[in-house]
Nanobody, 114 residues
Framework: QVRLEESGGGLVQAGGSLKLSCAVS???????????LAWFRRAPGKEREFLAA???????TEYAESVKGRFTAWRDNANTAVLQMNSLKPEDTAVYYC?????WGQGTQVTVSS
């Protein structure tokens, strides 16, 4: 069992930045796996979209082409992942989720106004 909780969403103007966090935890006495944590988003009326993945063992990352160069993901500490989003566009408006080991957070809303 893995628990994930996103935070940091909100309303921002186009061109602005937001920093999302994902707090990850597991049952007492258990360790998190080394499988990657991934960020996704779902915009209204659209399919869920992969954004970035962070290796939980060595911190290496990969990004979707749609956000490469604007979004940066990293593992902040043993239990927190971060998604820094810069140069935001109205089309970045969506609910943002983190996922690990097939568990998901509840999502955090990001709204970018034009």
């Amino acid at each position: 069992q893995v628990r994930l909780e996103e935070s940091g969403g909100g309303l921002v103007q186009a061109g602005g930045s937001l920093k999302l966090s994902c707090a990850v935890s597991t049952a007492p006495g258990r360790s998190l796996s080394t499988y990657a944590l991934a960020w996704f988003r779902r915009a209204p009326g659209k399919e869920r979209e992969f954004l970035a993945a962070i290796s939980w063992s060595d911190g290496s990352t990969e990004y979707a082409e749609s956000v490469k160069g604007r979004f940066t993901a990293w593992r902040d500490n043993a239990n927190t992942a971060v998604l820094q989003m810069n140069s935001l566009k109205p089309e970045d408006t969506a609910v943002y989720y983190c996922s690990k080991d097939d568990f998901w957070g509840q999502g955090t809303q990001v709204t970018v106004s034009s």
